[in-house]
């Protein structure tokens, strides 16, 4: 098998993988595993309605898988999709509500807006690392944490809050964004809008400029060996820091759906773990693009169907312990390759000396 | 004054889930495994910690339990990375998202619940001088750890695996064995400090336990350099800011023009910035163990 192909199946066996393990778990605690593994299915693709669900949850995975994978492309761990993707969602949220334009300019002017605020974060994190030395792990970790505190408790709830005297539905939280900043929608009887095409635009083009492009070259370059770049003159920390704008601007754009296509303002409480479930998605889909496309397809239905999980008495949560499950599987992939190769190479040197002997038992 | 010593009495209430987590940092990472799975391991031990403690109405058996937990939680690391030579980044990810799933999925199993665990009668440690046990361990583990680690053979083998696991291998050290056995007990102290936290602070638990204390435990390894004494100071640090700030806070009008502005955000943001600011500026450059995160392959070149 080429190596592509073996990722893949290894990637897919790692999904099974956790599926079924995350059976038996619910069987074991004494709960209707089939049954709930068919309502899974079915609340991901059993009507108009599911489907949409699960388009929606995939555009947004799709965001932010692509987020921490072209991080990994340079060889950075953005654990700060989370705030990220938060500070994007803000920033739609403010520019869909303060402006006043036709739509065909005001839904671009949103998303622009949330992919500079995803990359404000990631760019420091970026700066703090190539000027500062401070590891982007532990940077993206404590920029989630003034991300979240900083939205959530006081922009929220302070200068950004809906007046209370207005007639607006919804008394926490900013206001309502125009219907002209609104994501358009598809098809009638589904939420299925513009964002997954968008978000399968984005991950091809993520592709091209990564297998086809100078630039692409060079970032994969800095992350395979960045003293070996620096030696043949790649502008490294230009690349650092290109990777990680596009990192951040990509969760950023996650936000941006889901406040622009579902939620219409950006709500009081939104803790939606679309950011860290990007880490998820990106590992399972190996940093590919296209990789990332597809599971975070995997994704966006397991999360979309785990809410009738209810149904049985399971608690959604358990789409958490599937990807958990899905990445530790992933993470013994390499080892595992390497064994499936030890194991063929001993049949082979068996062969061989079969041979040498002269002649077959 | 007052304030002074309530801030001191909330330092030693809440600084041994974060001194114990990163100690088990330091432990896990001087031998040469990175360990972002503290998060993951606290929340394990917190869970474990109370449903025993409950079960049995014993609380130390709560804390054998939180202790456990958190080992078989690394024990997985330990397989996945040192026996496997995964990456230890990934691994640490995945044990964070598997405990974030698993310990929701099993308080409802358990306690019928996704929020608190609602248990009226946690059974208590016994308290000496008005502080738990906790705070005691805390203050003088850091010491033991770096006595241990600087002081005997198996600290001197730990250290020596972290920065060339080649050479002490050529001394008939055992990287494995190494790694495991530091893998473990980081696990047992990350454990034994989200335990800490059902059974010494909140005395019940709660779905959004730990929090982000894990990840604060792993900036306090790096933050301390890697050593014991310096993620102990760094942790201790941490609980002040976070003492200062929720002062701060109480001691705001709970209405008024000051309460409009809406501070609260930027007071609970404010420790995590200000870590950032030292970590780029005051602390400098620093230095991980040479090894830290790199599987060990006794066949690689070096």
Known sequence: MTSGRRTIALSAAAMVSALAVGFVAIALTGKDAAGGYSRVLDGAFGSTSALGETSVKAAVLTCTGLSVGVAFVVGLFNIGAEGQFIAGALAAAVVGRALHLPTAIHVPASLLAAAAGGALPALAAAWLKVRRGVHEVISTIMLNWVVIYTVQDWLVVGPLRAPSTSAEVSSSGTGQIEVTAELPRLFDGSRLDIGLPIAVVLAVLTWLLLSRTVLGYEMRAVGANIEASRAAGIPVARRLYLAMALSGAFAGLGGAFLILGTEHHYPGVFRTGYGFDGIAVALVGNSHPLGVLAAAACFGAIRAGATRLQLVGIHPSFAELIQGLAVLFVATRAPFAAALDRVAGVFRSGRERLRRRGGSP | ?302
């Not at chain 2, 495994?33 to 079960?55: D, H, K, P, S, T």
């Not at chain 2, 804390?63 to 996945?80: K, R, Y």
């Open chain 2, 1 to 302: 004054m007052i304030l002074l010593l309530s801030i001191l009495r909330s330092v030693l209430d809440f600084a041994p889930p974060l001194v114990l987590a990163a100690l088990g940092g330091v432990i896990s990472e001087r031998s040469g495994v990175v360990n972002i799975g503290l998060e993951g391991m606290m929340r394990v031990g917190a869970f474990f910690a109370c449903w025993a403690a409950f079960a049995s109405q014993n609380a130390w058996t709560g804390a054998g339990a939180g202790i456990a937990a958190g080992t078989a939680f690394a024990a997985v690391h330990a397989l996945v990375s040192i026996h496997g030579r995964a990456d230890q980044v990934v691994s640490g990810i995945a044990l964070n998202l598997i405990a974030l799933g698993l310990v929701t999925f099993l308080l409802e199993a358990t306690f019928g619940t996704t929020g608190t665990a609602p248990v009226e009668t946690l059974p208590e440690l016994p308290s000496l001088l008005g502080r738990s046990p906790y705070t005691y361990v805390a203050l003088a583990a850091p010491f033991a750890v770096h006595a241990w680690l600087h002081f005997t053979v198996p600290g001197l083998r730990l250290r020596a695996v972290g920065e060339h696991p080649h050479a002490a291998a050529t001394l008939g050290v055992s990287v494995a064995r190494v790694r495991w056995a530091a893998v473990l007990a980081g696990g047992a102290l990350a454990g034994l400090g989200g335990s800490a936290l059902s059974l010494a602070i909140l005395h019940r638990f709660d779905n959004k336990m730990p929090a982000g204390l894990g990840f604060m435990a792993l900036a306090a390894v790096v933050f301390g350099k890697w050593t014991p004494l310096g993620a102990f100071g760094a942790s201790v640090f941490f609980a002040l800011a976070n003492a200062g700030v929720d002062a701060v806070r109480s001691a705001m009008p709970p209405s008024g023009p000051l309460a409009d502005l809406h501070l609260d955000g930027i007071l609970l943001a404010a420790p995590y910035l200000l870590t950032l600011a030292l970590l780029a500026g005051f602390v400098g450059r620093a230095v991980p163990p040479a090894a830290d995160g790199i599987p060990y392959d006794p066949e690689a070149k070096h």
